[in-house]
């Protein structure tokens, strides 16, 4: 889809863990791209495999209920930061859809997935050795 710049665009926010800020700085720094920007280049590098990180253990619900992971999370893994991102309104159309067509919990659920999967993979050792 080809969106019109002149169209304007929408500020938001989203937390996410300290060790993918790392990388989203880096990679901001390196490419000069924005974190809006970063955040297209990792859902669309992740969109077949979302499903999977957004849920790495699987999930229970989705029709009846709402879904949700299998294994509760019960501590904090990582620490995390905030992050403020400027996107056109019709990327927020494509984020917001996709929360609802993949059973997100919310556009920062689904973006961490994003970022996550696209900086480290889905191997959780090596996100843990960062």
Do not use: W
Not at 22 to 30: G, I, S, V, W
Not at 40 to 57: K, M, Q, W
Not at 90 to 116: G, P
Request: aromatic residues 6%; proline residues 4%.
């Amino acid at each position: 889809m080809v969106t019109d710049p002149d169209s304007g665009g929408k500020s938001s926010s989203v937390r996410v863990p300290a060790k993918c800020h790392a990388k989203l700085e880096q990679l901001r720094e390196q490419t000069g791209m924005t974190n809006g920007q970063i955040f297209i280049v990792a859902i669309e590098a992740t969109h077949d495999r979302l499903p999977e990180l957004l849920y790495p253990g699987g999930r229970i619900g989705g029709g009846l209920f709402a879904p949700r992971g299998i294994r509760a999370k019960t501590s904090r893994d990582d620490a995390e930061t905030q992050v403020t991102y400027r996107l056109f309104k019709a990327d927020f159309d494509v984020i917001d859809q996709l929360v609802i067509d993949l059973a997100a919990k919310s556009r920062s659920h689904l973006i961490t997935a994003a970022l996550t999967g696209y900086f480290f993979g889905d191997d959780e050792r090596t996100q843990a050795a960062e």
